[in-house]
């Protein structure tokens, strides 16, 4: 049985961890389903948030092999976290656009820019209420969406 986990790694910030990461994880046939990565400020390290699936000695292994990287300085993977994603969506002004903004204050979405003929809308919250926005955003006839990577944060 396959579950979802959430891995926050810390690496020395360096070029090539990247490439090393992912090596890792393609060489041994592990997907990756999100990767989020930015650098943690005034340190020389980032923060890689992989989200991927697999059984439990399979997401074991995933966790001893990122340890064993040179640049690692922690890997964390703990159940206990705040995960967040974000969507952007353009949307056609043409549209017939009532009840939209009942959709936005459920989502915790804006509206981040517009157009002459479109608006952009932002939504940020977990990955499966992101998953049921872009379900019910589909009746206003999206031009366009794009969906980032988790980042979370461990809560104990």
Do not use: W
């Amino acid at each position: 049985m396959k579950e979802r986990k959430i891995i926050s790694v810390t690496v020395l910030n360096e070029h090539g961890v990247l490439s090393r990461i992912a090596g890792l994880f393609a060489g041994r046939g592990y997907n990756i389903e999100s990767l989020t990565v930015a650098p943690i400020p005034d340190t020389n390290f980032s923060r890689f948030t992989i989200v991927t699936k697999g059984s439990t000695r399979v997401l074991e292994q995933i966790v001893k092999q990122l340890y064993k990287l040179i640049p690692t300085y922690k890997v964390i993977d703990n159940k206990e976290v705040v995960e967040k994603e974000m969507a952007l969506v353009k949307i056609p002004l043409d549209m017939n656009l009532s009840g939209l903004d009942a959709l936005l204050q459920g989502y915790n979405g804006t509206v981040a820019n517009s157009g002459e003929n479109y608006i952009v809308l932002l939504v940020a919250d977990d990955s499966k209420r992101i998953n049921n926005f872009l379900k019910a955003i589909k009746k206003y006839n999206p031009i366009e969406i794009v969906r980032s990577g988790s980042v979370a944060l461990e809560i104990e």
